[in-house]
């Protein structure tokens, strides 16, 4: 069973690695997933919500109880990138381009996908789980020692997680650190941030209402609290609503403002420019992490001669000009990786096309990505193609609006399952983050007279909302399944090994579902799109690629 160590914490030194029974790598992830469902942090994030600025307040507290200060935080040399879609890869970029430069770099992002030291990376590499328990000790040892004098309050996760990549990243020395946004800006814990190198915006969009806002005007105007006073910030082209919004939160912190080029606009000597990430909204993506990187390198090598757009007088959005791109730059872009977003894995005859798209313009992009790629995998098939979708979302997001517009892309099947990874009960603690039931997403879309018919796997059927509307003449067989790995097993129909781990257990299919596996069985290829949700493509991660989870 996973417990805290019974000696106190109080007993060791904080300044090096525990060596203590019981405080390993397994027992910090336990620990670390009960501040997930703390009772005294769910009452704390209650009060914080009627008064977002308490949240602020209380990150500094908790900083200080951990042995930090925002002063601190100042010599981290941070780019801080927020947005609704595109700011992780737009992170991953900026912290490629910089590498490859040589330059020392930390990357806190956040959800992971497999393991969860994926969100705290020193030059591009998950933390090891070595530095990640003497990290982590050290930082829960100090808030732990602390929180008698604080009603008993300890973070909630993703605020332990911030405050441990900030201890990470100074104790690692890095030269910079590229700090993805968690939700919105304004109140957001990483906006105790003070005085970052440069700020990026990422394409806005609809999504975490109960928190942001319904309105494209208020969640821009959250996204734009993470502008500080002369420090340059750069965004990408937006909806107009978005932009004036942008633009009168730049004005009023006084924080010179850019819109960043086209790609196309930029010169380069090697001709058109290859990403490492596929899909055409990437390219937005690249000319933001272009400037960010050019805008910190900038700073780093001229000091006194600062880019021209930094003067804190500009009250509206100006056009940031393109420049040529430096062979480091160039590599940069193509050598980026950034897994879960429009990934194409190949095992054999089985080909998985996986985003994680979780918004209406995500989606749309994924669809956009998934027609181009499988149909150009498509033309060079050996034979008939069978094509799956694996679904799943979460949170309160519309999954019948993300479903309709997967509907045009006619798949054969439509799978569901919830966000855990096989049906017995895992030990691996990191998994505890993925138990989200599908009846969350179902319940969500039930309507009684239009719909896919679902059938589960215990022989009842279920009706799923496609927008009041009938699926169009070809309906795909729906099924659901009570894990991922049940899932991707009936799928594959044994065509891909990797999932043929005899030590995986699954709960046994129903010969009604079996009997509907005769296409998969005929095709000669069978591509399967997972999205709806970074935790599912995360869960499928995990058994495609069971290095990720050592």
């Not at 307040?57 to 109880?65: D, I, S, T, V, Y």
Request: glycine share 6%; hydrophobic share 40%.
């Amino acid at each position: 069973m996973c417990t805290l160590a019974s000696l106190s914490l109080r007993y060791y030194s904080t300044k090096t690695a525990p060596q203590l029974p019981g405080m390993e790598y397994q027992d910090a992830i336990c620990t670390l997933n009960t501040l997930q469902t703390n009772a005294s942090a769910l009452q704390q994030v209650r009060r914080e919500r009627s008064n977002p600025q308490l949240q602020l307040q209380a990150m500094r507290g908790f900083l200080e109880r951990a042995g930090l200060t925002v002063e601190e935080l100042d010599h981290l040399n941070i780019i801080h990138v927020t947005g609704t879609k595109g700011k992780g890869s737009t992170c991953a970029f900026t912290e490629q381009i910089l590498r490859s430069y040589g330059f020392h770099t930390g990357f806190y992002s956040s959800p992971h996908l497999v393991q969860v030291r994926e969100r705290i990376r020193i030059n591009g590499q998950p933390i090891g789980k070595e530095l990640f328990t003497k990290y982590f000790w050290q930082v829960y040892g100090r808030l732990d020692e602390t929180k008698d004098a604080h009603r008993g309050m300890m973070p909630a996760y993703f605020r332990f997680l911030t405050i441990l990549a900030f201890h990470v990243f100074l104790q690692e020395k890095v030269d910079l650190a590229v700090i993805e946004v968690g939700i919105g800006g304004a109140y957001d814990c990483t906006n105790i941030i003070r005085r970052p190198w440069v700020c990026g915006i990422s394409s806005l969009g609809i999504d975490h209402t109960q928190i942001l806002g319904d309105t494209m005007e208020k969640i821009a105007w959250q996204k734009g609290g993470i502008f500080k006073t002369g420090v340059p910030a750069f965004t990408v082209r937006q909806p107009e609503d978005a932009m004036a919004v942008l633009k009168d939160r730049a004005k009023v912190i006084r924080s010179p403002l850019w819109v960043c080029p086209e790609l196309d606009d930029y010169q380069a000597d090697c001709g058109p420019l290859h990403l490492g990430l596929a899909g055409q909204h990437q390219r937005s993506n690249a000319s933001l992490a272009l400037q960010l990187s050019y805008t910190w390198l900038q700073k780093r090598c001229l000091p006194d001669k600062h880019v021209s757009s930094t003067s804190a007088e500009n009250t509206s959005a100006l056009q940031a000009t393109s420049f040529k791109l430096s062979p480091v730059m160039v590599k940069g872009l193509a050598d980026t990786k950034w897994p879960g977003r429009n990934q194409t894995l190949r095992h054999g005859a089985v080909t998985y096309f996986l985003d994680g798209a979780h918004t209406m313009r995500s989606m749309q992009a994924c669809v956009h990505w998934f027609r181009e790629t499988a149909a150009q995998h498509e033309r060079t098939a050996s034979g008939p193609v069978t094509r799956v979708l694996l679904f799943n979302s979460t949170g309160e997001r519309d999954s019948a609006a993300m479903l309709k517009l997967l509907v045009p892309s006619h798949f054969d099947f439509a799978v569901f399952c919830p966000n855990i990874t096989e049906a017995i009960a895992s030990c691996n603690a990191d998994q505890q983050n993925f138990n989200v039931s599908v009846e969350n997403m179902l319940t969500r879309c039930l309507d009684n007279e239009r719909s896919w018919r679902l059938h589960n796997d215990q022989g009842n059927t279920t009706q799923l909302l496609i927008e009041g509307r009938l699926v169009p003449d070809r309906k795909p067989d729906t099924l659901v399944f009570p894990c991922i790995l049940s899932a991707l097993q009936w799928i594959t129909q044994g065509r891909d090994s990797v999932l043929a781990d005899p030590a995986q257990r699954v709960l046994p299919v129903k010969a009604s579902i079996t009997a509907k596996a005769a296409p998969l069985c005929e095709a000669a290829e069978i591509h399967v799109l997972i999205t709806g949700s970074l935790h599912l493509v995360g869960g499928v991660l995990k058994h495609l690629d069971p290095a990720s989870s050592k």
